[in-house]
Structure formats: C-alpha cells, structure tokens
C-alpha cells in the first residue's frame, strides 16, 4: 500500500488537484468551504491505471496552519508539490520544500497547475526555472516536472503515470513486525464509537488485536479496520488506516498519539538527534532555546541542548539534545522537524540518533560526541539486518560479509537479531558470524511465507483432485533455487505447516473430495472393472469415460495401480493377481507368459504387461521364456 501527499503555498491548487485525481474534493469543514481554504488534512485515495490503489493525504498551504501540515506528511511514499503557474515559487513552496527535505521523502514529482491561467509557454519556462533553482540539492532535484490544469484536465493523465512509475520504483514499506500508527484524526462514528486515522508503518494489524494508545497507555481492542472506507481483515504497513477500537474514550485520545501493540514500544521524554538549520532561518540557534518538536504526527515544546557547540549558524548542522515537555513515540531514524514557537518558523530538523538517551549528556565531552557520531552510521544489528534485506536468502556468512561489521560487533549484532527474530535462519546447524546456514530477515520472510501458502493453496483449488502441487512446480512458482527451496519446505514440514508425498507438497488440511457426480462416474467406472477384474478398459478408455483428473486422483489414491501406459488394474485384482503369481512360482519354481496369461483368463497384453511390472518392482526376475521370483 502506499499513500502520496501534497505540499506547496497556499491557494495553489492542492485541494483542487486532488479532488480532480480523486473524484472527491478533500476540504470538509464549513470554514475550509467558506474560505476556500484547507485548515485540517484532508484524505482520498484513487487507483492506478494498474490496478493499485493508493491514498492521498492533502495539506494546508497556509502559513498558519503548517503545523496541521506536518501531522499528516510524516509517513508518505511520495510528495506532489504543486506550484500554481501563475505566481512560481513562494515563501511556503520554499517552506514546505524544506520540511519535504529534512523529513527525506523517499520521492517526488512537481507539480506546475493552474497552466491554463499562463497562456504564455515562455513564462512557465520560466517558472520551471526558478523551481529548478528552488529544489537544487534537495530531495526533489531531479524530481519530474509535470504541467496540469485541475480545471481543464490537461496533464492530468500524464501525472497519473508519473506517479505510478515513481512509486514502482521505490520499494514498498517494510513489515518488521511491530506495528505503529501514527494518530493524526481521532473521531466518534456513532454505532461504532472510537475511530483513530493515521498511516500504518512497521507492521500490519489485524482485527481482534488487543492494542494500546501511547503515551496515555490506554488499552483497547481493534474492532474494525478500514483502508480507503472498505472493510479489512488486517491492515498492511504503508497503507491509510482507519482503526476502530473498543475500550477506549474518543475524548482521552489526541491527535499524534500512537497506536502500537503491547510491549512494542516506550514513550519517551530526551532524545539525541542530529540537526540541520535552514540557511534562510531569521536567525543562528542558541543552546537553551525553546523550541517546537515535531515527530509522526505529535508535537510537543522542547528545551534544546547544543552539544560540542555554543550556537549553530544558518545552514550548518550539529548535535543537540531535547528534553520534551510531554513524551512521545519515537524511534531511531525516524526524522523530525523543530519550529520556533514565536514568531512561528521552521528552523530546521534531521534524524533521532537516540531515542532513549540514559543521560543528560556534558555538553562538550568528546566521548559523547564520538558515540552520537558512530550511532548516527547506525547500530551493528541495523546495519546487518540491512545487509540481510539486500541480499534476501543468503548464508550468514555472506550476509556478514556484505555489511562491513567487525567480528566482534557481527557476532552481538547477529545474536540480537536471532533473538529478536527479525533474522530468521532457514536451516539446521549453529549460527556463526562463519556459518553457511541460510537466513532471511523477517520481512522477506514474511512475504515468502505468504506466497507458498497463497501458490500451494491457489493449487489446490484449481486441481482439487490432486494431492498436492508437484514440488518443482512450486519451486519454480517461487523463484527459489534448490538449496533454499529444499530448507523452506524441511522448515515447513518439520512444522506441519505443508505435509508431503513423494513429490508433492500440500497443506495439511487438504484432502481429495469426490463431489456426487464425481462419485456416480466413479462407481460406473468400477463396474466396468468389476466385469472383467483381468482385463480391464485400456487407460484410454478410462480416460475418456472419466477423464484424465479423475482417473489421477483415483490413482493418487491407490484405488487403482497403474502397472504400464496402457494397463491399469483395481488394487483389489492386482493384489490378487500378485499373490497368485508369486504362490505358482513358489510351487513350480517358475513361470511362463502363457501361463500367466492362462491363470487369468486375460489375453497376453495384460500378462506382459503385469509380469513386466512385477520384473520391474523387484518380485520377479526374467529368465529366458520364464519368471522366477527374485532372491532376497
Ligand atoms: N483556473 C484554475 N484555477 C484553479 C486550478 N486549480 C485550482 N484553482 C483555483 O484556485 C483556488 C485555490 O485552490 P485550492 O485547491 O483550494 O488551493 P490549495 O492549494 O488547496 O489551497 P490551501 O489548501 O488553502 O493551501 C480555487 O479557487 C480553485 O478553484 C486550475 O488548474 N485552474
Ligand atoms: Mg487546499
């Protein structure tokens, strides 16, 4: 699932732009209609030209609502930033490209509309260059230009497919198992009670699931779940996510709480992060000022620390330290912006380094600094779990390998994630930082698990009268190569989550069923054999009389042996048959076709056929014109 935002100055055609992509105009408020203005985010979704659905959060251009800005852009896949082409670049294109920046949206596309108010060409040219100037060295340098009018349409389709591709491109949101929400709306819908809104990152979430509200730490119980108004089971991370919980007050609940599963996470009140002032901010940043944080969609006033420096001067970057007045839920890497409080200014943002520092750090110790330095390239156990994410299936050697960490941090690192769990190994045998096992992050394994139970399930109901999908075909279903395939499907049977025959892999549950038609044809079919136990209809009469699935199934099921390609007979004959053969040899110590043919009444195609058979298994023996039955 992924969810796109817009950004730029105000009355430059956001609202407008999304409600000509959704077919819903996103401002819902009384004052937003009357002023023709968007105050709070407003929400839509559309599908793609290939089917994908996607959701679109609108914001407010207005200076004084950038703050409601920031609540609902934190967990976007792509930004549109729109730029009405009769005016350019202005101070909140700039502003909100900035926030964009800091923030690091994974992408973007710009957005000229309004074309059909400039009607010279000439003068968008110039606009464009002025963009260019704008986004220079920014997430969005080398972001597509697209022109659009909202009112006439024009552009609109080729703005569609640029979003499209952008968003191929870039991978989805990753699923490690711990589930947040950021809450940006919290409402009642009578009949229902307590519905919170946000965009899910980190995890999925299902109905049924006990959850908490942070910081507050209320507990509730997912009662419904909705992504784009359609009724989920679960929802996927990266999707807009409308949760219905039991148990907890609309009114104790506040915009840029969390909601997560129990235990996951902690709120917290200091956080250690890296910081960038703007180059335009009115002025340099003195330690001990108050500022305004703002993270996921919470804010809360914070007492800045400058650490290693007195002051930090337009542009330039350093370490600070917050102590925030109220808690929030946060986590290493995520990004965060700082304002003023007054006169309200963005002044600049980063990452969050530290998201539970111990202490109140000495603000010039060289110590500090050296360890804020080294937490910012990203602890061990991250850094090999990003080496593992890039890899997919791989030993753990070669995933140590590929993420550069000393032994010694390697080993801590590899541990924390086999304890975790967010490394999984697929195979038997001691997991070593040297070892060949092969592991898999928790994510791909996730998405792979998902897809054998979807392709072996998708097997089974289109050949239900089958036992189960051949084990090649499911390998090659998965793009899996025989070494992985084979641990997988050990590591699933040892589980019981697959049962196997053979060759063949099926879930456990799945059993042949004939239907009542099946089951008339199976008995007319049995009456034939019963007329002539000997000499049976050939294989291609059975097939045409009942058709090659079912004639399988019956064979899958030992109903019926298959002794050659032309010569099928019931179990109970052929076991008859057999035990007559091996007692005549027995007694006369050999046997010739004739005889055999003659014992049973049949013709020689079926004795051959069946004394073949029996040579082949490992009864008999050919000697010459006769069988005798092999020593043991
Ligand atoms: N001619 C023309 N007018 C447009 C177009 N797009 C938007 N407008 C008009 O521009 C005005 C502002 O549009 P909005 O979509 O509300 O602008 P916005 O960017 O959402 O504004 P805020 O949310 O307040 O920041 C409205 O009167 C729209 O009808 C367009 O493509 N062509
Ligand atoms: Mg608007």
């Known amino acids: 699932m992924r969810v796109i935002g817009t950004a730029g100055h105000v009355d430059h055609g956001k609202s407008t732009l999304v409600a000509a992509l959704t077919g819903t105009h996103p401002d819902r408020l009384k004052e937003e209609q009357a002023r023709e203005m968007t105050i709070e985010l407003g929400f839509g979704w559309m599908t793609l030209p ?10 407010p251009g207005h200076r004084d609502f950038i703050e409601n800005m920031l609540s609902g852009i934190g967990g976007i896949d792509a930004a549109l930033l729109v730029i009405a082409a009769d005016e350019g670049v202005m101070p909140q294109t700039k502003e909100h490209l900035a926030i964009l920046d800091l923030l690091q949206i994974p992408a973007g596309i710009i957005v000229v509309t309004k074309t059909d108010l400039a009607s010279d060409p000439a003068w968008i040219d110039l606009v464009e260059t002025d963009i260019r100037t704008a986004t220079n060295g920014t997430v969005l340098d080398d972001a597509p230009i697209v022109r659009v009018s909202a009112k006439t349409k024009a552009g609109l389709d080729s703005l569609v497919s640029n979003i499209q591709s952008l968003l191929q491109r870039k991978p989805a949101r990753p699923d490690l198992n711990r589930p947040r929400l950021p809450i940006d709306r919290v ?43 359609k009724k989920e089971q679960r929802a996927l991370p990266g999707s807009r996510t409308a949760v219905n919980i039991s148990g907890v007050e609309t009114e104790t609940i506040q915009r840029g709480e969390v909601l997560v599963y129990l235990s996951q996470y902690q709120p917290t009140r200091r956080i250690d992060a890296h910081f960038r002032l703007l180059k335009d901010v009115s002025s340099l940043l003195k330690h001990n000022s108050e500022v305004k944080f703002f993270v ?14 007195e002051e930090i001067i337009p542009g330039e970057e350093g370490w600070i330290q917050l102590e925030l007045r109220n808690p929030v839920v946060a986590v290493r890497g995520d990004r965060y912006i700082l304002r003023r409080p007054s006169p309200g200014e963005t002044l600049g943002g980063g990452a969050i380094v530290d998201h539970q520092p111990k202490r109140r750090h000495k603000r010039f110790d ?51 994630l086999l304890d975790t769990g967010l490394l999984m190994p697929l195979e038997e045998g001691t997991p070593t930082t040297t070892s060949d096992v092969l592991i898999l992050a928790l994510p791909h394994w996730n998405a792979l698990h998902e897809k054998v139970l979807q392709t072996v399930d998708a097997y089974h109901k289109s050949y239900p009268l089958r036992r189960g999908i051949p084990r090649e075909e499911l390998k090659s279903r998965l793009k899996l190569n025989t070494r992985p395939f084979n641990a997988l499907i050990t590591n699933y049977l040892s589980r019981n989550i697959l049962k196997d025959f053979n060759n063949f892999v099926a879930k456990p549950e799945h059993e042949i069923r004939f239907d009542s038609n099946e089951q008339a044809k199976i008995q007319t079919l049995m009456q034939r ?53 091996r007692q005549e040899i027995q007694q006369k110590e050999r046997i010739t076709l004739s005889e055999v043919r003659d014992l049973f009444s049949t013709s020689r195609k079926y004795a051959q056929a069946l004394l073949e058979h029996m040579d082949r298994i490992g009864i008999t023996t050919r000697d010459g014109d006769y069988r005798k039955l092999r020593k043991q």
């Open 50 to 59: 290939n089917g994908q659905e996607i959701g679109i959060v609108d914001v």
């Open 187 to 229: 409402f009642t819908m009578s009949g229902f009670g307590t519905v919170v809104t946000g965009t899910l990152l980190d995890g999925q979430l299902a109905l049924g699931d006990e959850v908490e509200i942070l910081p507050s730490g209320q507990k509730g119980r997912i009662r419904g779940l909705q992504t784009h108004k």
């Open 296 to 309: 996921g969609a919470s804010e809360t006033m914070a007492n800045l620390r400058l650490l290693g420096k």
């Open 366 to 416: 060289e110590n500090v600094l050296r360890s804020l330095e080294s937490m910012a390239q990203g602890a061990p156990a991250d850094i090999l779990l990003e080496a593992a994410l890039a890899l997919n299936i791989a030993s753990i050697k070669e995933a140590v390998a590929r993420s550069r960490l000393e032994t010694i941090n390697a080993e801590a690192a590899l541990k924390e």
């Open 529 to 581: 054999f019963e007329q002539n136990p000997t000499s049976p209809p050939s294989v291609k009469d059975l097939q045409e009389e009942v058709g090659e699935e079912l004639l399988n199934a019956l064979i899958e099921l030992n109903e019926l042996i298959t002794v050659s390609s032309d010569v099928i007979f019931r179990k109970q004959d052929y076991d008859l048959m057999v035990d007559r053969i």
